[in-house]
């Protein structure tokens, strides 16, 4: 069965996972690209859906990476995808922000100490994008009294997007770049609020450049973490508002996390599933350019996503601000139902 997100959203064979194969095979064996197979191989998140399950474990979001490294020598790589490569290698952002933007989502009066015990990253689009989610974070970080501090505006992008269109030796820079950065702040723990930042400082980084001398968990681990060991204690909510929660990619397909958030968001509303969740999750389709190049076929997985929340009656829970800032950006006469990252759940629900 075709488990690819492109071909759910677009019911074409050609966007799915095996056409991608087939591209990929024609690219290296030195066949001429047609257009179709040129937008299979970007209609790509390398969200995992298919590898995890892949009778024969084919890592094909591998092969697709090192099918847009080889687009890249050719120089067929489409311009959007350079604009973005370009933004994060020189500026530090996808979105070529200034650094001062990174500023926005401290809290009023807290002023990150120059060392600490962990290092909080929120990320390119949590501190730039969406600045209350980062906020909620260090706000009930706060309140647990745990001693953190952030970046600001000497925080840079993970690069993962330079890693999806196969510029290794980039990213290798920001490897070292981020990591030399982050070691700077003593901290022993780096929390992160995006899942893809997770998986490229923890499984990625070590690969590119060496191991480090921290640790890396995701928001979801830690806030979990503090509430099992009483330092956040949570309301019992008047009502019990059903919540579904949308598992991001890397997080559950890459690092095997899939409980910590559930727990905690379990604790704050009647938990409910989609019909595709923990490793089978369907992709939101924004990542790796997609948005950007296909916003129609992007969108429409987001609608997927927002109309099954919609008719099950539930609140949307992401762990992943990227999730949240794309499939919260649909037309708002639709009715879907507010989205809402952990952070901001718990934030909502301390006990005062």
């Known amino acids: ?40 191989l970007y209609l790509c998140t390398r969200c995992d859906g298919c590898h995890a399950s892949c009778p024969m474990d084919i890592p094909i979001s591998v092969v697709i990476q090192a099918a847009r490294a080889e687009l890249r020598k050719r120089e ?29 989502p401290l809290p009023e009066g807290f002023r990150p100490p120059d060392k600490a015990r962990y290092l909080y ?19 009930v970080l706060i309140k647990a009294g745990v001693d953190f501090t952030t970046l600001g505006e000497r925080e840079w992008c993970c690069g993962l997007f330079v890693i999806d269109t196969g510029m290794m030796e980039e990213a290798k820079k920001l490897a070292e770049k981020n990591t ?14 995006c899942p893809s930042c997770y998986d490229v400082f923890k499984n990625v980084y070590p690969t590119l450049f060496r191991k480090p001398g921290y640790e ?64 089978d999750a369907l992709c939101c389709g924004a990542p790796a350019g997609v948005k950007s190049l296909y916003p129609d076929i992007a969108n429409r997985l987001a609608e997927m996503l927002m109309e099954e929340a919609k008719k099950k009656d539930a609140e949307v829970g992401v762990g992943c601000v990227f ?15 507010p989205i809402k990252t952990l952070s901001q759940a718990v934030l909502e629900n301390l006990k005062s």
């Open 1 to 40: 069965m075709e488990v690819c997100p492109f071909f759910k959203a677009t019911d074409n064979p050609k966007y799915g996972a095996m056409a991608k194969v087939e591209a990929a095979i024609a690219l290296f064996g030195g066949r001429d690209l047609s257009d179709e197979d040129l937008k299979t």
């Open 76 to 104: 067929l790589v489409p311009e959007k995808y350079n604009t973005i490569a370009e933004a994060i290698i020189k500026a530090g952002s996808p979105m070529a922000a200034p650094p001062e933007k990174r500023i926005a």
């Open 121 to 139: 990253v929120p990320g390119c689009w949590s501190s730039i994008r969406l600045p209350e989610t980062a906020r909620a974070t260090m706000e």
């Open 180 to 193: 030399l950065l982050f070691e700077s702040t003593g901290a022993r723990t780096v929390v992160t609020e």
């Open 216 to 279: 890396v968990v995701h928001i979801t681990e830690l806030l979990d973490q503090l509430i099992s060991e009483g330092k956040i204690s949570l309301k019992e909510p008047e009502k019990r508002k059903k919540v579904i929660y949308k598992d991001p990619c890397p997080l559950v397909r890459r690092c095997g996390i899939a409980q910590p958030p559930r727990k905690v968001f379990s604790q704050i509303g009647e938990l409910i599933e989609y019909k595709e969740s923990g490793k």
């Open 323 to 337: 999730c949240m800032y794309h499939m919260g950006g649909l037309p708002k006469e639709a009715g879907y139902p």
